[in-house]
């Protein structure tokens, strides 16, 4: 299975303060990973940093096998983050919205309208200035874009907050989808059922790192390292702590 | 070495700066002296021409300052010299430019009430100074206002080139512009009347003594500057510290050694931590250079 | 990175064709600029003729600052910068593209300010090839400068003063040397204009490859 995130002791800087003091992650092809934590955990800073938006100043991160440390912007054509802030121009209309965020990742146009359709933006929808849209009406814009642009790998920050019940089905339904066909996707969210009912695997984030997890589901602990807390590990013991959630 | 041997702390001298300190104060006795009781009033221009001890050389200092901000610019945007040295070489260099520039102005304008009746004249050298300093004002400002500390210094830095590159044309256009007004200037600086024997001497003194004062103030800004990064970065390990305490109490699965550590040491800080950017520097090394971390996929300028 | 820039102008002159924020805004704050200069000048037509150049390009410069201002208001809003820089887009072709937005906008601002300047103050026009270069030139300039000085205020809390700052003493020279050329264009100086279109090219040349080449570096470090 390739490795599409691999995060060791990974320390970045938003000022002079550490967002991420330490964070050990492994994700692997085609699955979805739900990173859970308390308001300010770290877990936007560390789908920002997947992103190649926020610089890993420290520690190793390896994302779709591109280095961050060494080029952060190398890996974005190919991930897409859906953030809290969409990233939309207030003043195009949806349609223009999605193009442009299509074409300038390098997309086809022609990929827009089926996008718009899945998320069902049509009617008068597609010719409205996104300035007159509801929170949850823009919520679904930016996602149809990341749907129109397709990348490897999903960044979703709480990606059902503003959504009604209905489009939160077929978000669902859109990261399932996306799995089949071979994409990668990590969540954070607040809704635990929904989100614990659609990830494979669940890493906790507090303080800026990725405690160990009491009873790790993932790949079996080396013994004894539990002793060693997250991102305390030698750089030469590295390589045998395999993955602490 | 220790520390102490060299420097207090909390101070930003040294040794060499005091005695570079002392050497100037001396310096600028012997210039008040010289220039003020020695050398004899001009026939022409009265007691004003004194000013010629001040005038010239704190011109010559501030576009020494601003020279020295581009040439540190250029060494910290080039990738194989890039060190955070030279971005504080830029900054002190351009303040204390900023600050005979300044002087230079205000003795010109107070020199020029006397000698032809006005403030200000379009002069182009007047207009061309007065230009720099407007640049280099806005690119002091540029520099306070903080955020990262590597992107405030790339930014500062390509600043100081977009304000440097333009000087020819500012040059070209000021010189052109009153050439076409104005064919005979009142006035221009450095053909001064005839010099007398003390004048001169006294005049060269102030050259060397305004290079003095100039190296002082550079070397202490510098240290200030170091010093207030260094106490920035000396909270980095705090700071992860204290981040990774937000976790709260070690969880099940930890040892007791983590957990009875204190609420500070949530397991030993990241090991790479001090090997790229935030380098420890001793003490004593204020002014060492501090290695950043190569960024290949930048645009290199 | 050309087809980056045309797809970042695209998108800045589209944002402009619904928003309207030049035609509706600028392009009146401009004439309202020319009006109050009239008041300053107390209505003495024969100084105002004589400084009717020199207003026109400081009226120009104050307009270039509202469009730079606007054109990184647009990116700052909502994210759009991440949105900007996770699109992968080359840091060159996008400072290419915003530039060009900009100085279409100053183009369609020169032409209503220059009838503004000849109705209002009586200037002459003459040597339209002149003129026309010189507008090019500087136009060209003045959107390269704003631009570069443009991201590096963006993200920055005080970016409303800063920008001002950092640009008026810059672009000085551009104000200088497109009012000789005018002036000597239309007889009010001696002398060819035509030289200092040398100085306008220099400007426009080296703030274009500044930009091209540091624009990326500068939108992520803003």
């Known amino acids: 299975m390739d490795q599409v995130i691999r995060l060791r002791s990974a320390v970045a800087l938003v000022g002079r303060f550490p967002v991420l003091a330490g964070v050990d992650l492994d994700v692997f092809g085609t699955e979805i990973v739900l990173l859970q934590g308390a308001n300010g955990a770290g877990k936007t800073s560390i789908l920002r940093a997947c992103a190649g938006l926020l610089r890993v100043v420290a520690g190793e991160a390896c994302v779709l096998g591109v280095e961050l440390t060494e080029?952060?912007?190398?890996?974005?054509?190919?991930?897409?983050?859906?953030?809290?802030?969409?990233?939309?121009?207030?003043?195009?209309?949806?349609?223009?919205?999605?193009?442009?965020?299509?074409?300038?990742?390098?997309?086809?146009?022609?990929?827009?309208?089926?996008?718009?359709?899945?998320?069902g933006l049509t009617g008068r929808l597609p010719a409205t200035r996104v300035a007159s849209l509801s929170a949850g009406q823009r919520r679904?814009?930016?996602?149809?874009?990341?749907?129109?642009?397709?990348?490897?790998?999903?960044?979703?920050?709480?990606?059902?907050?503003g959504l009604d019940a209905e489009h939160r089905d077929l978000l669902d339904g859109l990261v399932r989808d996306a799995v089949v066909r071979g994409r990668t996707v990590v969540l954070a969210s607040h809704e635990h059922h929904r989100a614990h009912a659609l990830a494979g695997r669940i890493v906790t984030v507090a303080g800026g790192a990725t405690p160990p997890d009491p009873a790790p589901p993932g790949p079996l602990p080396v013994p004894g390292a539990g002793a060693v807390a997250a991102g305390a590990v030698a750089p030469g013991v590295a390589s045998e702590v395999t993955s602490v959630a | 070495?220790?520390?102490?041997?060299?420097?207090?702390?909390?101070?930003?001298?040294?040794?060499?700066?005091?005695?570079?300190?002392?050497?100037?104060?001396?310096?600028?006795?012997?210039?008040?002296?010289?220039?003020?009781?020695?050398?004899?009033?001009?026939?022409?221009q009265g007691e004003t021409v004194r000013l010629i001890y001040v005038h010239p050389a704190s011109a010559t200092m501030a576009y020494l300052g601003f020279g020295v901000c581009a040439v540190a610019s250029i060494a910290f945007l080039w990738p194989r010299t890039r060190s955070y040295r030279w971005d504080r070489l830029a900054g002190a260099s351009a303040e204390v430019g900023v600050a005979f520039c300044v002087v230079t102005i205000v003795s010109g304008s107070i020199w020029g009430r006397y000698s032809w009746g006005v403030w200000w004249t379009w002069d182009p050298r007047l207009t061309l100074t007065a230009l720099l300093l407007a640049v280099f004002v806005g690119y002091l400002a540029l520099r306070r206002t903080g955020g990262d500390p590597l992107g405030r210094a790339k930014r500062s830095a390509i600043t100081a080139l977009c304000c440097f590159v333009v000087v020819p044309v500012d040059h070209e256009a000021t010189s052109w512009w009153v050439g076409l007004h104005q064919n005979d200037t009142l006035f221009r600086i450095g053909k001064s009347p005839l010099i007398h024997g003390w004048q001169l001497a006294t005049m060269l003194l102030s050259f060397v003594v305004f290079t003095l004062l100039f190296a002082w103030m550079v070397l202490h800004r510098l240290a200030i500057e170091s010093m207030e990064s260094r106490l920035e970065d000396e909270g980095y390990v705090w700071a992860i510290a204290e981040r990774r305490s937000e976790s709260g109490p070690a969880p099940a699965g930890a040892t007791a050694s983590s957990a009875s550590s204190g609420p500070l040491v949530a397991g030993p800080l990241p090991p790479v931590a001090t090997s790229q950017r935030m380098v420890q520097e001793a003490p004593g090394s204020l002014l060492?250079?501090?290695?950043?971390?190569?960024?290949?996929?930048?645009a290199g300028l | 990175m050309w087809r980056d820039a045309l797809l970042v102008a695209g998108k800045d002159l589209r944002v402009e064709a619904r928003s309207r924020v030049t035609t509706n805004q600028v392009a009146p704050y401009a004439l309202i600029v020319l009006f109050v200069f009239g008041f300053a000048f107390d209505q003495d037509q024969y100084v105002l003729t004589h400084i009717g150049p020199g207003l026109f390009w400081v009226a120009v410069l104050l307009c270039t600052l509202l469009a730079v201002q606007r054109s990184f208001s647009l990116e700052a809003a909502d994210g759009a910068r991440d949105g900007l820089r996770l699109s992968g887009l080359d840091g060159g072709g996008i400072f290419l593209g915003k530039a060009a937005a900009i100085a279409a906008q100053l183009v369609a601002l020169e032409a209503v300010l220059a009838?503004?300047?000849?109705?209002?103050?009586?200037?002459?026009?003459?040597?339209?090839?002149?003129?026309?270069?010189?507008?090019?030139?500087?136009?060209?300039?003045?959107?390269?400068?704003?631009?570069?000085?443009?991201v590096m205020s963006a993200g920055l809390r005080v970016r409303e003063t800063l920008l001002p700052l950092l640009l008026l003493p810059v672009a000085a020279p551009i104000v200088l040397g497109a009012t000789q050329a005018w002036l000597a264009a239309v007889g009010l100086v001696t002398g060819s204009g035509w030289r200092w279109l040398t100085l306008l090219g220099a400007f426009a040349a080296m703030y274009l490859t500044i930009g091209v080449l540091a624009f990326g570096t500068l939108l992520e470090e803003a």
């Not at chain 1, 930016?142 to 490897?152: F, Y």
């Not at chain 2, 040294?14 to 001009?42: C, E, H, K, M, Q």
């Open chain 3, 115 to 150: 009838f503004g300047i000849v109705v209002l103050f009586g200037a002459h026009l003459a040597h339209p090839l002149l003129l026309l270069t010189t507008c090019a030139l500087a136009t060209v300039g003045l959107a390269a400068a704003g631009t570069v000085y443009g």
């Open chain 2, 1 to 44: 070495m220790t520390p102490s041997s060299r420097q207090r702390p909390g101070a930003t001298s040294s040794r060499a700066t005091r005695i570079l300190g002392a050497l100037t104060l001396a310096g600028l006795a012997v210039l008040a002296f010289l220039g003020l009781y020695v050398s004899p009033p001009d026939g022409l």
């Open chain 2, 288 to 298: 060492a250079p501090r290695p950043l971390p190569r960024e290949r996929g930048e």
């Open chain 1, 140 to 161: 679904r814009v930016s996602l149809a874009a990341l749907v129109a642009r397709d990348p490897e790998l999903w960044l979703l920050d709480e990606p059902h907050a």
């Open chain 1, 71 to 119: 080029d952060p912007r190398a890996v974005r054509r190919r991930v897409g983050l859906l953030g809290h802030a969409t990233a939309l121009y207030d003043d195009l209309t949806v349609a223009d919205n999605v193009t442009f965020a299509v074409r300038a990742a390098g997309g086809e146009r022609s990929s827009v309208r089926p996008a718009l359709d899945r998320l």
